[in-house]
C-alpha cells in the first residue's frame, strides 16, 4: 500500500473520531435519561481522545485531515437524529439506536483501517481503539423501547 493510502486511511479514522465525538455530544444534549446523557459525554470524550491518539501516526504517514465539519455522511446522519428526535415517541430509544448505528459504521472503518497494511504502532492503536467502541457499543442499554 502506498504512503498516500495509508495517510488516507489514517485520516478517515480521525475524521470518523471526530464525527462520532460530535454525534455523542449531540446525543447528550437531546437525551432526557440523566445516565444516558453521562454515558454519551464520556464516549465522546473517549472519541476526542482517540483523535488525539492517531494524530501523530497520521503526521509520521505525512499528513492530517483538516478539522472541518465532519464528513457528509455524518452530518447527515446527525440531520436525521434531529428529524428522529423531533418525531419519536421513545426520545432516548431512538437516540440509542441512531449511536448504535453510528458505532457500527465506526467499527467497519476500523476493521478497514486494520486491514490496510499500516506500521505495527499504529496497528496496536487502532486495534485498542476498536476494542473502546466495541465496548461502548456493549454499554448502551438495549435497543427496545420503553413505555
Known sequence: MTERNERVVMNELIVTCRDAARGFE????????????????????????????LLPHAIWLGGVAPEGDGSRLATLHRVWMAMKDHLAVHHDHAIVVE??????????????????GLPPEALRLIQTQKAGVQAALASLPASTPTA
Open 26 to 53: 449531540w446525543a447528550a444534549d437531546h437525551a432526557h435519561d440523566p445516565e444516558l446523557r453521562a454515558l454519551f459525554l464520556k464516549v465522546a470524550s473517549e472519541r476526542h481522545r482517540y483523535v488525539m491518539e
Open 99 to 116: 449511536a448504535e448505528r453510528g458505532d457500527h459504521a465506526a467499527l467497519a472503518i476500523y476493521d478497514k483501517a486494520l486491514n490496510a
